[in-house]
């Protein structure tokens, strides 16, 4: 349950309560709140910093990341299977370090530092786009973009996590997507509006690059000044188990909470593996927005020089379904939820691949797109977090997004060579044919995840 804390006052004797001992005591106001459910109902302040520090980096990176396909297609002349690989590498590199980001945090009880070093790892990326000019240098600085991001995700999620009561997870992390992606919409905006005023050529796209580290250095500021060093955990629990054994007139002060060891048995449970499996194999089949912006582009449903513009509209649909999804996953139910933005994907697919030529078809690409993410993204990392204790969430969700990012490696790849020796269309059609058939089955894998795994106070 989500409380405020407040420091001790002076006259307070430390031996009061464990909750004293741990440096807060309970107040009348903290345990009526937490009682009532007024503190659950608030966004906790942590959410809302870490989601400013989404938002300005999401400025940063979806900036290049808006223009990183037309570049290499059209700029350098690359295929779809050359754009392929670039891709997978922009979205399996981070698979790498996420569960090491999360083991750190775990272990470490300092997911604000391990979060900090992921932010700073790419916001050197964006000062190294600067010289880069060839595909393979391309490559290895989106590789270390991406190394950062696998690295703060865990801890960040975590932390979020942390500051929400269960009752209002799917909520929090509603919110938090809503104001990263509020970036994610000025960033391609940002890029538009630049490669529009700059001459084209590589000045535009450096005038991207340099305003992509302002917005890189801003984030990193925000986290670093408003972002608490600690995470909400034993405390709370401590304060909570101190103020119910004063209202039900305990004699005695409730003893410490024990604190839980992070063990890698704890990743052992069935729910999680059910979890791993489902979001491996739906993974697999979902196909990289950047593709779905070239097949876009290619059957002449919108310009060129529009391209940007085209992630602006699945940000814009994601930002505005974010929080609304997020509280009915809470309601309905999470992993329904999750299924049912794989059902939307398929519906995506089959109408970028019939009706992308015309701007109606463009606009619903770009609107399921953006349902698909409001009901997918957040959504697994809440799900993760409920399927391991509380002294393993961050660990447990890199896991999950690990798997996620293997296998959207894997679908790039496979995706960029089966686009090449067929079709747009038909790869296409293809894909979603598959999708459509694993939907029942990850739905199955994951109706053990309606029961959350009893949560310990770490």
């Not at 520090?53 to 299977?81: Q, R």
């Not at 979020?160 to 970036?183: K, M, Q």
Request: glycine share 12%; proline share 5%; aromatic share 6%.
């Amino acid at each position: 349950m989500y409380v405020s804390l407040r420091n001790a006052p002076k006259s307070a004797t430390p031996a009061a309560s464990p909750a004293s001992a741990a440096g807060v005591v309970p107040t009348a106001e903290d345990h009526e709140a937490a009682r009532s459910g007024k503190a659950g109902r608030r966004v906790p302040g942590v959410v809302l910093a870490l989601g400013l520090t989404s938002l300005f980096t999401d400025i940063s990176s979806e900036a290049v990341t808006a223009i990183l396909p037309l570049y290499v297609t059209a700029v350098l002349g690359l295929g779809p299977a050359a754009y392929g690989f670039v891709d997978g590498i922009y979205q399996g590199a981070s698979s790498l370090v996420r569960v090491l980001g999360g083991w750190w945090s775990d272990r470490s009880g300092r997911p604000k530092l391990v979060a900090f070093l992921g932010y700073g790892v790419s916001a050197l990326s964006r000062f190294l786009l600067l010289p880069v000019t060839g595909v393979a240098a391309l490559t290895g600085v989106v590789a270390l973009d991406r190394l950062g991001k696998g690295l703060r995700t865990g801890p960040r999620d975590a932390m979020i996590a942390g500051a929400s009561t269960p009752e209002r997870l799917g909520r929090n992390f509603g919110v938090h997507r809503a104001l990263d992606t509020a970036g994610a919409v000025a960033g391609p905006l940002l890029a538009f509006g630049v490669l529009s005023a700059v001459p084209a050529g590589l000045a535009g796209y450096r005038a991207v690059f340099v305003l992509s580290i302002a917005a890189a250095v801003a984030g990193l500021a925000v986290l670093l000044l408003a972002v608490p060093n600690r995470a909400r955990g034993r405390a709370e629990a401590q304060v909570l188990a101190a103020a119910d054994a004063a209202a039900d007139g305990a004699a005695e002060p409730v003893a410490a909470v024990p604190p839980e060891r992070w063990r890698w048995r704890n990743l052992a449970d069935r729910r999680l593996r059910s979890l791993l499996l489902a979001a491996s194999l739906l993974g697999l089949l979902t196909v990289g927005d950047g593709f779905l912006y070239l097949v876009l582009a290619d059957a002449g449903g919108i310009g060129l020089t529009y391209f940007p513009l085209l992630m602006v509209g699945t940000n814009a649909a994601y930002f505005a379904l974010a929080v609304p999804i997020g509280r009915l996953a809470d309601r309905i139910g999470r992993a329904r939820v999750l299924v049912g933005g794989h059902v939307v994907l398929v519906a995506a697919y089959v109408v970028a691949a019939t009706t992308g030529a015309h701007i109606a078809g463009v606009v619903a690409v770009l609107a399921l797109l953006g349902c698909f993410y409001a009901a997918t993204d957040g959504v697994v990392s809440a799900l993760a977090s409920q399927a391991v204790p509380a002294s393993s969430r961050a660990t447990g969700i890199a896991s999950v997004q690990t798997a996620v990012g293997l296998s959207r490696f894997v679908s790039s790849v496979g995706f960029g060579l089966l686009w090449q020796l067929t079709s747009r269309s038909t790869a296409l059609l293809a894909v979603g044919l598959a999708l459509a058939l694993a939907v029942p089955v990850a739905a199955r894998l994951l109706r053990g995840l309606r029961t959350p795994v009893p949560q310990d106070a770490s």
